[in-house]
Structure formats: C-alpha cells, structure tokens
C-alpha cells in the first residue's frame, strides 16, 4: 500500500543522485531487483521522526529532512497503531549500526547462488546493514515479515521493497 502522508511505521523510498545512487541501482539489478528508480530506504517513526542507514552509521533524524524530496511511502495494508509503535521502536534500536556497501555483493552472491558456506553468517555477525535491511530487520523485530519467500532480512534491497509493497 502507498499513500502520500507519512505514518509512523511507514517506510519510505527515494533516489540517490550521483555515483553512489548509481552504484546502488548497478547493486540492485545484480540482485535482480532491476534498475529500480528507488536507491534508499529510511523508516518513519513517531513524532516526525525517522531512522535511515547511512555511511557514517545508522541516524535518527527529523522527517523534515526530506522536505521537498520525491518520496514514495509504502506499507504493508492493515497495520494496527500498536504494529505501528512496535515497528517504530525496533528502528530506534538500529541508530548507530554501521553501513557496509558489501552488504550489496553478499545480497548478489547469495542471489546468485554463489556457493559462499556461512555469508548469512558472516552479514548478521558484521552488525552492518543496509537501508533496506535496517527497514526490513526492523519489521521483523515487530513481528512482520515483509516477505513471504523465505529471505532472510539481509537478503532485501530498497528495490526489493519497491517491488513488494508498492502499488503498480
């Protein structure tokens, strides 16, 4: 489901511009995710405020921050405002988890079905993620498993949550 108003618990998805957004859509179409128009992933939490994987680490900041910005929000339809608040606190625990651009090449071996014995092992024991994997391990915290194939939540790109909650 997508709607224009952001709710705690929505996630919202955006581009990146310049090298780094290109190296990210090169990353999702080697996941096979396309050349999504959507690099970036953040969570919305309560009171204006969002929660987004970055280089430096994983930052709380206002949703303010995006003003003026081409964002598509999407969430799963029927979040209750108690999955909503679960959600919320989950992202909150994330600030300060590092970013590792690798995570991109995990995703494209294990898609690829590169033999790599313990890569689901080595990705969760790095405490690095992603956007999209801080959005989608925060769901599954609360209890929500966006995806219904199995994947574990290392396994997912801002393209991937593109495709799966957004209404074509």
Do not use: K
């Not at 990146?16 to 992933?41: C, E, K, M, T």
């Not at 108690?82 to 606190?89: C, E, S």
């Not at 890569?119 to 801080?134: K, N, P």
């Not at 925060?138 to 393209?159: E, K």
């Amino acid at each position: 489901m997508q709607h224009a108003l952001p709710m705690p618990g929505d996630i919202g998805l955006t581009q990146i511009s310049g090298n780094v957004g290109r190296l990210i859509r090169i990353g999702q179409w080697l996941n096979g995710n396309g050349f999504a128009d959507y690099q970036h992933a953040f969570l919305v939490l309560p009171d204006g405020m969002i929660v987004e994987a970055e280089p430096g680490g994983a930052t709380i900041r206002p949703l303010s921050a995006y003003d003026g910005a081409n964002i598509l929000y999407v969430c799963p339809e029927g979040l209750t405002d108690r999955q909503r608040d679960a959600i919320g606190a989950a992202g909150r625990r994330y600030e300060g988890v590092p970013y590792s651009f690798l995570d991109y090449l995990a995703i494209a071996v294990h898609r690829l079905r590169i033999p790599f014995p313990g890569l689901r092992r080595y990705v969760a024991a790095t405490g690095h993620m992603i956007c999209s994997q801080l959005v989608d391990q925060s769901y599954h915290d609360a209890g929500i498993h966006l995806f219904s194939d199995g994947r574990w939540p290392g396994y997912v790109t801002p393209g991937a949550l593109f495709q799966r909650l957004a209404d074509f």
